[in-house]
Each structure stands twice: as C-alpha cells, then as structure tokens.
C-alpha cells in the first residue's frame, strides 16, 4: 500500500473528530461574536443617519471620527468575553484579557486612555447610565457630539461564559477493551504491512474483521468528552487503518485460477473412454 495513502487511512478520522470537537468548544463564542458585530453595525448605521445640524463643526467632525472607528472596531470582531457572569448579561469596559468594549475603545483612541483605565479599575461593570455623573466621561461626550443614550447604544453587554462540558471518566471496561482492541489492531496493520503471518488474505480478513470492532468501539464515544473521547479516538483512528489496510490486503490477494484437463482413459477391461479432471 502506498504510503500516503496508508497515511490517509489512519489520520483522516482522527482529523475530522478533531475539527468537530474543535467547533464545539468555539461554537457558543463564534455565536456571541456574530450577535455582537451585527449589534453595533447596526448602532453605527442609525447614528450616521442621526440629525446633527444642532451640534458645532468641531462636534460633528469628532462624531464622524468615532463613527469611522467605530466601524474599525466591529469589523476586526475583538470583543470583550464575559468570563465571571454565569447566566447573567453584563458589560465590561475592559475585559480580563485586556480587550475594550467598544465606548472604551472609542474614547482610548481619541487620547484619553486615563478615562479607560479609571473606569475599568473602579466601575468595569457599569452601565454608561450609572456613569452619567461622571464629569470627565460627561465632558467626553459633549466634545464628540454624542449623548449619553447614544452612548449606552453603543455599550455592548457580553454574554455569559459557555458552560464548560462536562468531563467523563471512562469505566475500567472500556480501558480494558480499549487496550484489546487497539493490542490487535495493532498486530493485524503490522501483519498486513509486513506481508507475514497468515497470508494476503488471511491477514486482510483478519484486518477487515479487527478493524471495524475498533471502529464501532470507538465511534460511539466521539460525542463524549475526556477519556471516552480520547480513548474513543484511539480506537477509532487504530481501527479505520487497521480496516482499511485489510481491505487492501484482502482484495488484492491472488486468487487460485481454475484448471481442467481432459485426457483419453483405457481401462483394463473395457472400452476406451475420456476422463476430466478439475481443479480448483
């Protein structure tokens, strides 16, 4: 068997649960990142189309400056994570990973990187509501042409942390069958790769048989997590290389071509005859 192909056999299935797993841990964040870009596209497209005829030039300028990184920030999607909410909608203006929510973004950008890190050590959690007496946060708003509601529209709240999944110990049985099926899985591709032990297709036979008890081991354990998952794995990537490898095996075997013969026959005290001789 080529080797590429071998290759294919074994790590295709360990690659595919793989990126499964991979979505499902991503999923509820990817979820809450959409919901959050879709949010302030839509709180920057009502503003842009907000009158400001009332506001002064240097106003309207600074709006229209924050508007543009506005769109800046939804667009590269960093947001905020909720990671000490559980169940709970809350906002942040500056997350445990150093990443600011969009007010706190807009305003560090502008220069006042001060305003960020005072409200973030004594009011991370607050609602621009609750920070509407706030005299520079006051004042900051006035200079950039935006209000206060405007600005609470602009203020995302974060979703709650994914729940984590649970992990689950797999029971000294499954251990157990584990280390069988993978032991003679194991046994059989070596018998296959090395072309020894009970023929081509002996050993495909046996490779076929092994290989897909591993796999039904192991396949019904991928929607688990822990060591049901990891073993689960195992002996399914064990058990499609074992299968798939038997396979080759099995069908590429020589096959006994049939033979007959047909030769006259004299016996002793009869007639002359033809006899026919068959083999298979």
Same mark, same amino acid.
């Given at each position: 068997?080529?080797?590429?192909?071998?290759?294919?056999?074994?790590?295709?299935?360990?690659?595919?649960?793989?990126?499964?797993?991979?979505?499902?841990?991503?999923?509820?964040?990817?979820?809450?990142?959409?919901?959050?870009?879709?949010?302030?596209?839509?709180?920057?497209?009502?503003?842009?189309?907000?009158?400001?005829?009332?506001?002064?030039?240097?106003?309207?300028?600074?709006?229209?400056?924050?508007?543009?990184?506005?769109?800046?920030?939804?667009?590269?999607?960093?947001?905020?994570?909720?990671?000490?909410?559980?169940?709970?909608?809350?906002?942040?203006?500056?997350? !445990?990973? =150093?990443? *600011?929510?969009?007010?706190?973004? #807009?305003?560090?950008?502008? /220069?006042?990187?001060? +305003? %960020?890190?005072? $409200?973030?050590?004594?009011?991370?959690?607050?609602?621009?509501?609750?920070?509407?007496?706030?005299?520079?946060?006051?004042?900051?708003?006035?200079?950039?042409?935006?209000?206060?509601?405007?600005?609470?529209?602009?203020?995302?709240?974060?979703?709650?942390?994914?729940?984590?999944?649970?992990?689950?110990?797999?029971?000294?049985?499954?251990?157990?069958?584990?280390?069988?099926?993978?032991?003679?899985?194991?046994?059989?591709?070596?018998?296959?790769?090395?072309?020894?032990?009970?023929?081509?297709?002996?050993?495909?036979?046996?490779?076929?048989?092994?290989?897909?008890?591993?796999?039904?081991?192991?396949?019904?354990?991928?929607? !688990?997590? =822990?060591? *049901?998952?990891?073993?689960?794995? #195992?002996?399914?990537?064990? /058990?499609?290389?074992? +299968? %798939?490898?038997? $396979?080759?095996?099995?069908?590429?075997?020589?096959?006994?071509?049939?033979?007959?013969?047909?030769?006259?026959?004299?016996?002793?005290?009869?007639?002359?005859?033809?006899?026919?001789?068959?083999?298979?």
């Amino acid at each position: 068997m080529k080797p590429l192909a071998f290759a294919a056999a074994f790590l295709l299935p360990i690659a595919i649960v793989g990126s499964q797993l991979h979505l499902r841990a991503t999923n509820s964040y990817d979820s809450e990142t959409t919901r959050i870009r879709t949010r302030l596209a839509a709180v920057e497209q009502q503003l842009r189309q907000t009158d400001v005829s009332r506001l002064t030039s240097a106003q309207r300028a600074a709006r229209a400056r924050n508007l543009d990184v506005l769109h800046e920030y939804w667009v590269r999607a960093v947001f905020p994570k909720n990671t000490d909410f559980p169940g709970q909608m809350v906002p942040y203006f500056v997350d !445990r990973y =150093g990443t *600011r929510c969009a007010m706190a973004y #807009l305003i560090e950008q502008s /220069g006042h990187g001060d +305003l %960020v890190a005072r $409200v973030a050590a004594t009011n991370n959690n607050a609602r621009i509501r609750d920070l509407k007496s706030d005299p520079e946060l006051v004042a900051w708003l006035r200079d950039n042409g935006l209000t206060a509601a405007e600005a609470a529209h602009i203020q995302p709240q974060y979703g709650p942390p994914p729940l984590p999944v649970p992990v689950q110990t797999a029971s000294e049985g499954y251990k157990t069958t584990t280390g069988v099926a993978v032991g003679v899985n194991v046994g059989s591709v070596v018998l296959n790769a090395a072309q020894i032990g009970f023929g081509a297709r002996g050993n495909g036979l046996l490779g076929i048989v092994t290989g897909a008890a591993g796999m039904g081991a192991g396949m019904s354990n991928l929607n !688990r997590s =822990g060591q *049901r998952f990891n073993l689960g794995l #195992l002996n399914t990537g064990i /058990g499609a290389a074992s +299968l %798939v490898l038997g $396979v080759y095996r099995f069908a590429g075997a020589p096959r006994a071509q049939p033979r007959a013969s047909v030769a006259p026959w004299i016996g002793g005290a009869t007639s002359p005859g033809v006899t026919v001789n068959v083999t298979f």
